[in-house]
């Protein structure tokens, strides 16, 4: 049964970074994409920022110039560096894996950023 475990999120004054961790466990099959996604109370999930197993990455018009994602892929884990953090960017922050065409999620991380 596939896993993905996040860890760092908390409470950040705006301008502050933090740095998401989400690692995979529970099947050796290979991954296609990893990504974050992120869902501010009221409102729909929405893509923050994807890596696919070829290093190609994609962001949010939000996230350009400010987040960073990336990918250790002996240990199917992906980070995502966020810098520069804005209020908006407050919510819950999911993890998700792209394994053989299916989408799996982790439980998300709170990250909350104060004015």
């Known amino acids: 049964q596939v896993q993905l475990v996040e860890s760092g999120g908390g409470l950040v004054q705006a301008g502050g970074s933090l740095r998401l961790s989400c690692t995979k466990s529970?099947?050796?099959?290979?991954?296609?994409?990893m990504g974050w996604y992120r869902q501010a109370p009221g409102k729909e999930r929405e893509l923050v920022a994807s890596?696919?197993?070829?290093?190609?990455?994609n962001y949010a018009d939000s996230a350009k110039g400010r987040f960073s994602i990336s990918r250790e892929l002996r240990q199917d884990t992906v980070h995502l560096q966020m810098n520069s953090l804005k209020t908006d960017d407050t919510g819950v922050y999911f993890c998700t894996a792209n394994i053989l065409g299916r989408d799996f999620w982790g439980q998300g991380t709170q990250v909350t950023v104060s004015s």
């Open positions: 890596i696919r197993v070829n290093g190609l990455t």
């Open positions: 529970g099947t050796h099959l290979g991954i296609n994409a």
